[in-house]
């Protein structure tokens, strides 16, 4: 049976862990705050006491960390990798994941980024979609782990090209989810029904599904129980602006975007829905 550590089971590491062990593979847990491993413990995984004691018989190493600081951090403390893949799932910088292949590879490891787009329910159903970065044997080696995560795990090339891409996509969702939110408060206050303004939007070149995915959201201002927050869209948007800047891309129009969802830190909207920003897009 294929042996799997899990390492961070926050939103998405939870998802993962859930869906990995539904797949009916041998799960190994760890988490910073031991309390988050529980739940999983009890439909079957097997707690990590030590991270010493991570590494076992040709077990993957899959890390879902908020960073790449904490990722780098972490996979220090496990120390010898004795040979087994680490498989980094969270959003990191280019660089972050390159030098994260030259420390995993230096403590005995094999290295392939994947970072994901979709989120809890694409994770439980097995639909996320995985862009890898690394050697075509590692990944073709991890293929069928992968494979229960998503239906078509995709190597995009070397380190640094899946964090790349998705941090392409991350932008993506800020600056649709931003758009949008000002294109619907402008028409609310012309007193235009919103539903008139979607028949219009929908079926024309400019619509988004995630418009509609997190209009009701928005319309209730209701931002509880999220899939992705605010502050982790906060911290990918940084670090696409740290990539515009080393690839001279004019990036101004997103450093306006990155200091609206600063005005999120310290408040409630911070751990909330990332669509939360709505609220940042009317001046109070
Ligand atoms: N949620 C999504 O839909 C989604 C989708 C694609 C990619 N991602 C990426 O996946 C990663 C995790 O996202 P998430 O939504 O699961 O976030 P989350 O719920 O906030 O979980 C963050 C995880 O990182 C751990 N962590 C944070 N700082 C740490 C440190 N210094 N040392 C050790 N562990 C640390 C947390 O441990 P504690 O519990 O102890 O705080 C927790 O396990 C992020 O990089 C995010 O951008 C998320």
Not at 12 to 41: D, K
Not at 201 to 210: E, F, I
């Amino acid at each position: 049976m294929t042996s799997v550590a899990v390492l961070g089971t926050g939103l998405l590491g939870t998802a993962i862990a859930t869906r990995l062990l539904e797949q009916g593979l041998n799960v190994h847990v760890w988490n910073r705050n031991p309390s988050r491993i529980v739940p999983l413990v009890e439909k079957g995984a097997t707690a990590i006491d030590d991270l010493g004691e991570a590494v076992g018989n040709d077990r993957v190493l899959i890390f879902i960390l908020r960073d790449g600081t904490a990722t780098a951090s972490v996979i220090e403390t496990v120390g010898e990798l004795q040979g087994s893949t680490v498989i980094p799932m969270g959003t990191m910088g280019v660089e972050e994941s390159r030098k994260l292949a030259t420390q995993v590879a230096d403590q005995g490891g094999h290295y392939l980024e994947a970072p994901v787009l979709g989120s809890k329910p694409q994770a439980l159903s097995g639909s996320l979609l995985v862009m890898a970065g690394g050697e075509a044997t590692v990944f073709e080696a991890q293929q069928p782990l992968l494979s229960h995560l998503s239906q078509k795990p995709l190597l995009v090339g070397p380190v640094g090209s899946g964090a790349a891409t998705k941090l392409a996509l991350n932008q993506l969702i800020a600056s649709l989810t931003h758009s949008f939110s000002l294109s619907l408060q402008l028409v609310q206050q012309a007193g235009v029904p919103v539903e008139t303004f979607m028949a219009i939007l929908r079926p024309s070149a400019l619509y988004a599904p995630t418009f509609d995915k997190k209009l009701q959201r928005m319309l209730d201002h209701k931002y509880a129980d999220p899939n992705f927050s605010t502050a982790l869209l906060r911290k990918d948007l940084r670090l696409f602006l740290e990539e515009a800047t080393t690839a001279g891309l004019q990036d101004q129009g997103l450093t306006g975007l990155l200091s609206l969802l600063e005005q999120a830190k310290g408040t409630e909207l911070d751990a909330q829905d990332y669509c939360a920003l709505h609220e940042l897009t009317v001046l109070k």
